[in-house]
């Protein structure tokens, strides 16, 4: 059974740190990995896709490494602002016949970034 | 282009009540899956449908349906409403099953059971 691990589960930093967060899953069989933002009591935003045959994506000051056959994908931050203060997600979405397109989540990483 | 939708927003319920959700995918958009999110457990899975079919069903109990209709909009029904039932559920659409373009969310319904 597909099991996702985000560490670490809380971060604090002050505004214009670099940040890497860390995601790790243990079944290699997925499409693609998604990191999604998640503000308090809404919905969740898609940032990055990552198709399992690429190694990385980037937008703007967000940057998401893949390896696949190692189970793990890192999100990096650059000069984080407060506005990036949110909990941050990493989901895989299976490949397996049983269990085709599900999203197997992590329990997110709560990032503050103060000013 | 119009995201996706979820409605309501909000909703209060009584035990033993029954509740329906309303999600309509983004125009194009043929699976639709829905997640249950809570403080202790995290995002889980309740099912998906692709093309008005349940093609995967999560580990929950038979007081929780679904359906898709023609145009992919998708509906859950929870029957029997428990207190452990209160949670924000959130319905995500695809192209297909999620595996070149990923899923898009709506906002949520906030359930509350009283």
């Known amino acids: 059974k597909q099991e996702v691990t985000q560490i670490p589960a809380a971060l604090s930093v002050p505004e214009g740190e670099n940040l890497v967060l860390n995601c790790s899953f243990t079944?290699?069989?997925?499409?693609?990995l998604q990191w999604f933002r998640q503000d308090p009591g809404k919905g969740l935003t898609s940032l990055l896709l990552i198709q399992s045959s690429q190694r990385e994506q980037t937008s703007g000051r967000l940057n998401a490494s893949l390896d696949k056959s190692s189970g793990r994908s890192t999100l990096y931050i650059a000069a984080s602002q407060p506005g990036d203060s949110a909990t941050y997600l990493c989901?895989?979405?299976?490949?397996?016949?049983?269990?085709?397109?599900?999203?197997?989540f992590g329990r997110g990483t709560q990032l503050t970034v103060w000013p | 282009k119009a995201g996706v939708t979820q409605t309501p927003r909000y909703l209060i319920k009584t035990r033993g009540q029954q509740v329906t959700l309303s999600c309509s995918p983004i125009?194009?958009?043929?699976?639709v899956s829905w997640y249950q999110q809570t403080p202790g457990q995290g995002l889980q899975f309740l099912f998906e449908?692709?093309?008005?079919?349940?093609?995967n069903k999560g580990n929950f109990p038979g007081r929780f349906s679904g359906r898709q209709f023609s145009n992919s909009r998708s509906e859950m029904n929870v029957s029997t409403l428990e207190l452990g039932d209160s949670a924000l559920y959130l319905c995500?659409?695809?192209?297909?099953?999620?595996?070149?373009?990923?899923?898009?969310f709506g906002s949520g319904t906030r359930l509350t059971v009283v």
């Open positions: 995500a659409s695809s192209p297909s099953q999620g595996d070149r373009y990923g899923y898009t």
């Open positions: 449908y692709f093309s008005e079919t349940q093609r």
């Open positions: 989901a895989v979405t299976s490949d397996r016949g049983s269990t085709l397109g599900r999203l197997y």
């Open positions: 079944d290699s069989a997925i499409y693609n």
């Open positions: 125009s194009g958009h043929r699976s």
